[in-house]
């Protein structure tokens, strides 16, 4: 007997770990009937846990199949069997016994409707009744939040022969085993994605306050296929952002995303929603649709995500949660920066059905720096040997040749056509709100949500950078670009590594790109421009001129650019979920939405000339230290002086958009065939 009771005991642990969601309701041992009994109508939840209490027995059920349902009263002296059926009338739910101190609680199958009735109370009289097991699938409800019952069969198998009471100092004395956080979210991403029609994956958050990551965009990374981006624009790879902004689903940035299902965009020149907008706080999952179905709107080419709000029958009860946070940044001044959030959320269950209010309130700012070393791009030089650069000799490898290059060499060579460096201090503030009521009837055929949504995101950024310009004309430029020539061609000091990269230098240009350089009138080049009286900026080595050398500085740029950026998104929805009758369902929903996108940003870049002291050091990343530049005659102080600095352009981008949309849907469906067979809707 022991021994039988130490497997009944492990099968119950096994199918507890399979199954998350499950849970176990046990006292401390069994007794015969009957049992006294004091249980009124209340929340089926308590009212299992009230009656293995009360009856000394073991009770498996998922939560999520018994969370919606209202107990039938039970009370006076009964026998335990027959009360746990009246306690389960009118719920469509069953009990399957193990044994007469053990059942199981689930739905009730279609071809096992007919017989419920029998099924409980003949399990006392018959043993070979006992030998139903609980359902190996489920067919509950499978919203964000709950796991399917994979298996649940060892906790079923009963043993011929022998009696349901064991050695109580061997029992497990739990009143209420529940597993979530983290392992549930890992498997109903799981569940979601394996149920799916299409190819989608996704990420929940099971606790509140559990998203993984600070944005959603933050934990989409992680998913299969999707990267993140971490510019400020998609097309400007010049400026990182100190945070993602958008994401990329298998390379391609035309991802469509969804609110609860719904359309929704922000007013700026893209078509979506900005993932930076959005609190993960006020999120219970994001699913990310890599492929289209006939259903879904369409718009996405590489894809769809869809973020999903909590709501309030998300949980039972009452919940209040609040979270706090703080961020520390040497490089941001050694600020502290808050990130806080705080959610509400009751239902309640009435004469009338069951209501449900959530209050979710986020807000988190964050100042942080980014610095950069970007090349504007890699130039490729090569003389001869590949053929043209429209139909190239393409090796066996997959290299192409080379024979000569500009620079004296035999292979190709290669050289950044400009470097940018860059420092940029971020201010960012965002804030999230969202209410959201609910209201379920008691025969659970009509479910109305209405939710209101605002997010807002300020981000202010200063910008401080330099661009050190080599050759200088990458831009409009194809991939394969073999050149034949480059201004760097006879600067002292060339050194490339073994792979053709340079390494280090004085770098020059030859002479003659100041207007009026090579000039019989030293007029023309003081006109182009001059710092000294008489003196033009850049010496004139025309006819009656001498110069010591016919090589000159480079020219570079500093730029300082101030970026202000506001949005604002509302919106307001309404569901309503209508089972009008058992074959007949009906689905409406509404939306508007309004969103706000104020952008103001001035740049403004100086420039000048200079030599190029140029190296790349161990790690590869390339320095560049400013020295005179050749043939320029700099007022004194030379880089130093702001005078020796012109302004070559000042950029200025104003913006003030606004978009509004309203949007209304209506689905019926009606089941063919919902008691099975070949036909099905």
């Known amino acids: 007997m022991k021994s039988n009771n130490r497997l009944v005991r492990l099968a119950v642990l096994q199918a507890l770990t399979c199954a ?68 389960l009338q009118g719920t469509g739910l069953e009990a399957v016994y193990s044994d007469k101190n053990t059942a199981t609680i689930r739905l009730i199958s279609a071809p096992d409707k007919a017989g419920a009735s029998t099924k409980a109370t003949g399990v006392t009289g018959d043993k070979s009744k006992a030998a139903d097991s609980p359902p190996t699938t489920s067919t509950a409800d499978t919203r964000a939040g709950y796991i399917l019952l994979a298996q649940a069969g060892p906790v079923a198998q009963p043993v011929q022969g022998t009696a349901a009471a064991g050695d109580t100092d061997q029992q497990a004395a739990l009143s209420e085993v529940i597993v979530v956080g983290v392992r549930q979210a890992l498997a109903t991403s799981q569940e979601i994605k394996k149920d799916s029609p299409t190819f989608v994956d996704s990420i929940t958050a099971t606790d509140l306050g559990a998203f993984p990551d600070v944005s959603a965009s933050d934990a989409l990374q992680r998913v299969p296929g999707i990267t993140v981006n971490r510019l400020q624009s998609n097309d400007d790879s010049t400026h990182p952002s100190g945070e993602p902004t958008n994401i990329l689903i298998r390379g391609l940035t035309q991802v469509r995303t969804e609110f609860n299902g719904r359309d929704t965009f922000t007013a700026d020149n893209g078509r979506g929603l900005n993932f930076n907008d959005i609190s993960p706080e006020l999120l219970s999952g994001v699913d990310a649709y890599k492929n289209q179905t006939a259903d879904m709107i369409e718009g996405g080419i590489a894809g769809t995500v869809n973020m999903r709000t909590r709501l309030p029958f998300d949980q039972e009860g009452h919940v209040l949660v609040g979270s706090l946070q703080g961020a520390y940044g040497s490089l941001s001044g050694g600020q502290v920066t808050p990130a806080y959030s705080a959610l509400f959320s009751d239902s309640i269950r009435t004469d009338f059905g069951r209501f449900g209010l959530l209050l979710d309130y986020a807000r988190s700012h964050v100042i942080t720096q980014t610095q950069s070393v970007i090349d504007d791009k890699i130039d490729t030089y090569c003389s001869s040997g590949y053929g043209t650069a429209a139909h190239a000799i393409v090796n066996a490898d997959g290299s192409v040749p080379c024979t000569s290059n500009v620079f004296g060499g035999t292979g190709w060579a290669f050289a950044p056509d400009g470097i940018r460096y860059s420092q940029v201090n971020y201010d960012r503030d965002r804030i999230g709100s969202t209410i959201a009521t609910q209201y379920e009837n008691n025969s659970k055929s009509l479910l109305a949500t209405l939710q209101y949504t605002d997010s807002s995101y300020h981000n202010s950024w200063l910008e401080d950078a330099s661009h050190a310009i080599l050759d200088g004309s990458y831009y409009g430029t194809p991939a394969f670009d073999p050149r034949a020539s480059s201004i760097l061609a006879g600067s002292s000091g060339l050194v490339f590594g073994s792979n053709g990269m340079l390494q280090s230098g004085l770098l020059t240009q030859p002479h003659g790109s100041w207007a009026g350089s090579y000039s019989p009138n030293i007029q023309d080049a003081i006109n182009t421009g001059s710092v000294v009286p008489g003196v033009p900026f850049v010496n004139d080595c025309g006819p009656g001129f001498t110069c010591t050398t016919n090589r000159d500085g480079l020219y570079f740029q500093n730029e300082t650019r101030d970026f202000n950026h506001s949005e604002d998104t509302k919106e307001v929805s309404g569901h309503v979920k209508w089972d009008i009758l058992d074959r007949l369902h009906a689905n409406f929903d509404a939306q508007y939405i309004e969103s706000k996108v104020v952008n103001h940003d001035m740049l403004v870049a100086t420039g000048s000339m200079a030599n190029y002291q140029y190296s790349t050091g161990s790690n590869g990343i390339p320095q560049v230290q400013l020295l005179p530049g050749s043939n320029v005659n700099y007022a004194p102080g030379d880089l130093s002086n702001p005078t020796n600095y012109w302004i070559p352009f000042i950029q200025g981008h104003e913006e003030d958009d606004g978009g509004k949309e309203s949007a209304f849907a209506a689905d019926v469906k009606y089941d063919l065939n919902q008691g099975g067979g070949w036909l099905d809707s």
Do not use: C, W
């Open 20 to 87: 998350s969601g499950l849970m176990l309701a046990a006292p401390g041992s069994a007794s015969a009937d009957p049992a006294r009994f004091d249980i009124t109508a209340e929340p089926l939840p308590n009212a299992l846990k009230h009656f293995a209490a009360q009856a000394k027995m073991q009770l498996l059920y998922r939560y999520d199949v018994v969370s919606h349902a209202t107990a039938s009263p039970v009370t006076g002296q009964l026998e335990k069997h027959a009360a746990l059926e009246r306690l």
